[in-house]
């Protein structure tokens, strides 16, 4: 019984409590005076400044208390689905969880999957072929690495993926690295490493026209990209679906290649792993040439 009669004084005091202290929505006014809110006592004398003051360290020791039980994840230490695109992760950094939260490992039916794509396949599961990331992610990383050495050796990349929603990862993967990186978003022109002169003229002679690593978000509508690349002996890497036969580049990255985020995933990897060579390489021409000027200081002394 006094349980129960000190639960309804509390429930009381409570609702009176909010009550009191319930406010009337401000009035704003184009002039610099605000008119005092209504149900606000104003501050008179000193007991009153004493019981603000109390009420305010009060709430603050409550806010210390329970902050610790509550969640710490904000928009900035929590995935969001953008992040893929803007802010993507670095190839040390990549994990099966990413992968898979990407939907890396959906393949195509299990009646499309090309025999050559075998040894990438960890199974079936509701007629469609599951991906096998413990392969996915070695070859990721291994494309990632050669990215760097291409980048850290002044060597141009261009990124390929002529879908509509791989525009936008293809034009930021470029952007990334910088100068010495390119991107193809619409239609590849059949013939412009084949038959380069006749398409671009006879100027571009002393001028890098072939590139020095492709990489295909979609390879199967880029079929004619790959036998230029092939001809010219340019390195190619990819992303191979079930459906895909890997052998049709260089360095392939079995993933689902459908798969927006997926494609951001994998584009963002590789570029950043571009824009860490292209640091490296910038490192070393600077120390080259502090070395240079030190060398010619020191003839002069």
């Given at each position: 019984?006094?349980?129960?009669?000190?639960?309804?004084?509390?429930?009381?005091?409570?609702?009176?409590?909010?009550?009191?202290?319930?406010?009337?929505?401000?009035?704003?006014?184009?002039?610099?005076?605000?008119?005092?809110?209504?149900?606000?006592?104003?501050?008179?004398?000193?007991?009153?400044?004493?019981?603000?003051?109390?009420d305010r360290h009060a709430f603050k020791q409550m806010v210390d208390v329970y902050s610790e039980f509550g969640s710490n994840q904000t928009r900035e230490n929590t995935f969001q689905p953008h992040?893929?695109?803007?802010?993507?992760?670095?190839?040390?950094?990549?994990?099966?969880?990413?992968?898979?939260?990407?939907?890396?490992?959906?393949?195509?039916?299990?009646?499309?999957?090309?025999?050559?794509?075998?040894?990438?396949?960890?199974?079936?599961?509701?007629?469609?072929?599951?991906?096998?990331?413990?392969?996915?992610?070695?070859?990721?990383?291994?494309?990632?690495?050669?990215?760097?050495?291409?980048?850290?050796?002044?060597?141009?990349?261009?990124?390929?993926?002529?879908?509509?929603?791989?525009?936008?990862?293809v034009v930021k993967a470029a952007e990334r690295i910088g100068p010495q990186a390119y991107n193809v978003g619409e239609r590849w022109l059949p013939g412009t490493l084949t038959n380069r002169f006749?398409?671009?003229?006879?100027?571009?002679?002393?001028?890098?026209?072939?590139?020095?690593?492709?990489?295909?978000?979609?390879?199967?509508?880029?079929?004619?990209?790959?036998?230029?690349?092939?001809?010219?002996?340019?390195?190619?890497?990819?992303?191979?679906?079930?459906?895909?036969?890997?052998?049709?580049?260089?360095?392939?990255?079995?993933?689902?290649?459908?798969?927006?985020?997926?494609?951001?995933?994998?584009?963002?990897?590789?570029?950043?792993?571009?824009?860490?060579?292209?640091?490296?390489?910038?490192?070393?021409?600077?120390?080259?040439?502090?070395?240079?000027?030190?060398?010619?200081?020191?003839?002069?002394?």
């Amino acid at each position: 019984m006094a349980s129960s009669a000190l639960r309804a004084g509390l429930a009381a005091s409570q609702s009176i409590r909010r009550t009191a202290v319930r406010r009337a929505p401000r009035v704003f006014a184009r002039n610099a005076y605000t008119p005092p809110l209504q149900g606000e006592r104003p501050l008179e004398n000193w007991d009153d400044w004493q019981d603000f003051q109390s009420d305010r360290h009060a709430f603050k020791q409550m806010v210390d208390v329970y902050s610790e039980f509550g969640s710490n994840q904000t928009r900035e230490n929590t995935f969001q689905p953008h992040h893929t695109l803007h802010r993507p992760l670095a190839p040390s950094q990549a994990t099966l969880s990413a992968l898979i939260a990407a939907g890396a490992h959906l393949g195509h039916s299990k009646s499309l999957m090309n025999p050559n794509f075998m040894p990438y396949a960890y199974g079936v599961r509701a007629d469609i072929t599951i991906i096998d990331l413990d392969q996915t992610l070695p070859l990721l990383r291994r494309a990632a690495s050669l990215t760097r050495a291409i980048a850290a050796r002044d060597g141009t990349i261009v990124f390929v993926g002529t879908r509509k929603d791989l525009q936008p990862a293809v034009v930021k993967a470029a952007e990334r690295i910088g100068p010495q990186a390119y991107n193809v978003g619409e239609r590849w022109l059949p013939g412009t490493l084949t038959n380069r002169f006749t398409m671009f003229g006879a100027g571009i002679k002393d001028q890098r026209v072939i590139p020095d690593l492709v990489i295909f978000l979609n390879p199967l509508a880029n079929m004619n990209a790959i036998r230029e690349c092939a001809i010219q002996h340019v390195p190619t890497i990819g992303i191979v679906d079930s459906n895909v036969d890997p052998r049709i580049v260089m360095y392939p990255i079995p993933a689902n290649d459908e798969s927006t985020r997926t494609a951001e995933l994998i584009t963002g990897m590789l570029s950043i792993a571009g824009k860490e060579g292209k640091i490296l390489r910038d490192q070393q021409q600077s120390q080259m040439s502090r070395g240079n000027s030190f060398s010619r200081t020191k003839r002069t002394a």
